[in-house]
């Protein structure tokens, strides 16, 4: 069983940076493929980002390229999603989630936290 915990949400303005952290626990987290998604209100949920289990292969939508980055640090168990010129539209409740498959990512994820609200004002 794998358990994750968001955590870096909160309320900015139009053009500022965010870091969201994903804190995951579980016997054999550090070898599973990590990634970011999103949902905005009354949209459907939409993949941000992956990383592969050692870190070494990411992924992006092209909605975020560019603007965002995913990392992790496998000594803390934890990845990160940097947000960079953050834009109203990239309001939303931010999610992690894992699996033993980077790419199933794409699509979603064997675990799931419970989501961090993002609110970008203009």
């Known amino acids: 069983q794998v358990q994750l915990v968001e955590s870096g949400g909160g309320l900015v303005q139009a053009g500022d940076s965010l870091r969201l952290s994903c804190a995951a626990s579980g016997r054999t987290v550090s070898t599973y493929a990590m990634g970011w998604f999103r949902q905005a209100s009354g949209k459907e949920r939409e993949f941000l980002a992956s990383?592969?289990?050692?870190?070494?292969?990411?992924s992006y939508a092209d909605s975020v390229k560019g603007r965002f980055t995913i990392s992790r640090d496998k000594a803390k168990n934890t990845v990160y999603l940097q947000m960079n010129s953050l834009k109203p539209e990239d309001t939303a409740i931010y999610y992690c989630?894992?699996?033993?498959?980077?790419?199933?990512?794409?699509?979603?994820?064997?675990?799931w936290g419970q989501g961090t609200q993002v609110t970008v004002s203009s």
């Open positions: 989630a894992a699996d033993n498959d980077q790419r199933s990512l794409k699509t979603g994820g064997s675990y």
């Open positions: 990383i592969s289990w050692t870190g070494r292969s990411t």
